[in-house]
């Protein structure tokens, strides 16, 4: 019986392939002799490698199978919950599918180059463009809202004043600004002339400079300069991130036209610095009354040491609070001393500032500028007026225009009433009150109604 299907069959001879009998009929597998999978390597082009790895799967890993009436190979049997009318279906779908895609590839192919529609972005030249994004994605123009906001009152008898106050503070810091002092001493230096004629130091030491920050060009230098003047050809060490600006006035590096300017200029401006570096190769100890001033409160002394490392001696005031992360006596490597020392002096700069009865902190001084302004030329509008001036100059335009002609047409009607002595007790159109512009304004503008009493201006208290 076997034989003779197989004949029907046309299968091959019985050593290629294992027979077996189940309960759905007979089941051809193919026998492998390698343990080698199929892939595309070892099998011709034209042969289904899918269907050659399930009959390996099957023949070497029996286990796997999902039902022991069946191969991996085998067509699974429509589940009981499709009917054959729906099997029909779902595949005449799926032909349908195949068949319109194929149409719409045909079709499309001789089309090199598709083009989508550009999106019009706004113009950036419309004035009120920014100022709709900004405060509407601030959350700014709600009506819970209104008390954080004003507007300015921008008429040509206050745009002056205005324009100068803006500008001023624009000219404040937006960061913490430090001025430190850098000096360098070489071996027997142990005046001050002959420290600051100066005009560079050891390798280590101009080493030391560029990994402290990154040399500018005054002239150039748009940043914070600790007071040093913006010459060309002249050169310091700054250091900025996101929140602090450091003006390194290194004594090497401040020049002048001649010696004596050269040492005016560097004595002027490292005689105040409260925080100083000093980057000294003499073998005795640092004497502070070398370079005497007023100020120095802080003075961060760097001695190099035969092995490659560097003794850092903090001398500082007894009103100076203690800081880090350097402190006196300590051993630092070559590689994180430029980072340390700036973070140390920085620090100390703090911490002498915390003992300065009237010292200010950048972000008060713009607080306290900003509330001056707000003060002197803030312009009382109401909630409705605030978001049509806001929002474009037409809808103000358009909004007084209305209540003008509403104005008029009540003062005829007022007269054709009560005659024409009625006209002069009723005030102009420019002596509306804020209450009757709010109620003109929700009528005229309904989607403007707050959900509060609008008879009184809104403004920030």
Known sequence: MIDQLRKELSLPNKSTYQVEETTRGITVLEKFDSDQPPTYQNQPPNIDILDKLLQYITSHSPELAFYSDRTLTDVSPTPQ?????????????????????????SSSFGKTEQFTEQIIQPSRYDRFALCRSHITQLGLMMFENRQNIDLLNTSKTNCDQLLRELKNLDTLNCRETHKIAVIYIGYGQEDKTSIFNNTHGSTNYEEFLTHLGWQVELSKHTGFRGGLHPLANTY???YANALVEIMFHVATMI????????LRKKTRHIGNDEVQIIWTEHCHEYDRSIIASAFGDVLIVIHPLPNGLYRIKIDKTSQTTNFGPLFDGAIVDKLILPELVRATAVNASRARRTTLNNHCEFYEERYRIINSIIRTHKKETTYEEFLAKSFTSLATKTLVNQNDEITKSSNVQNERRDGPSNVINNPPSNMHTSSQKSRQTTRN?????????????????
Do not use: V
């Open 445 to 461: 503008f309904p989607f403007l109604t707050p959900n509060n009493n609008t008879q009184t201006p809104i403004t920030r208290r």
């Open 255 to 262: 020049d002048g036209s001649t010696d004596e300017d050269r």
């Open 81 to 105: 919950a499709i009917s054959s009318h729906d099997e029909k279906a779902i595949i005449r779908m799926i032909n349908e599918q195949e068949t319109a895609e194929k149409n719409y590839d």
């Open 236 to 238: 310091s060490i700054y």
